[in-house]
């Protein structure tokens, strides 16, 4: 595909890609609903407590209440094993409740990638908005003059900002182990 071609296809592909991006997060919203299942973790707080209770204002005072609970249980999910026990629970419930609208979902995702590979001419792995860019960019610098050298380019630079992030990861690395023998330094010189 040459300098003109990709640009026409770039150009019919984004508007393609962005909306391939709000049904992923649509996709997302259904198959993961935060107020649905707050609610349901609701439920066992709010039986848990009835007990204790027995006028019907007392017991309605309880309903917020246990909502509360529930949103506090779920920002004190930031913990890694409670944040994936709470996701797990989310994701299933999302997934048995909105089974219907998730399936209709997912088919026009795929029927968009399907439009995306007809009206382009690209395959489905550069259906992506940074990619697309990426690939204009490429163009209008004169960086790339087709499709090929485009895909090189992009595979090159993808292969620098890994090389530069574990880069960055030794150099923290380095730093923190530098630090700590500081500190085993001056702890050693205070004990002699």
């Known amino acids: 595909m040459d300098k003109e071609q990709l640009s026409v296809a770039i150009s019919n592909g984004l508007p393609i890609t962005h909306s391939i991006s709000k049904l992923e997060r649509k996709k997302y919203k259904v198959s993961h609903p935060l107020l649905i299942s707050v609610l349901i973790m609701a439920i066992p707080i ?7 209770y027995t006028e019907i204002a007392e017991l309605l005072m309880l309903v917020p209440i246990s909502i509360g609970a529930a949103f506090f249980i779920r920002l ?3 913990l890694p094993f409670l944040n994936l026990i709470y996701a797990a629970y989310s994701f299933l419930l999302g997934n048995i409740i909105n089974f219907g609208k998730l399936k209709q979902i997912k088919h026009e995702i795929e029927n968009t990638y399907s439009e995306f590979s007809k009206k382009t001419g690209l395959p489905r792995t550069y259906c992506d ?9 490429y163009l209008d610098h004169f960086l790339a003059d087709n499709l090929k050298e485009c895909a090189q380019m992009l ?19 380095a730093a923190a ?13 205070y004990y002699k």
């Open 155 to 173: 595979d090159k630079e993808r292969k620098h900002n890994q090389m530069m992030n574990k880069l960055e990861d030794i150099h923290e690395e």
């Open 129 to 137: 908005t940074s990619t697309l860019n990426r690939f204009a960019y």
């Open 46 to 52: 709010y039986l848990s407590q009835q007990s204790m």
């Open 177 to 189: 182990a530098a630090d700590l023998v500081e500190r085993n330094g001056d702890q050693h010189r």
């Open 76 to 78: 004190v999910c930031f």
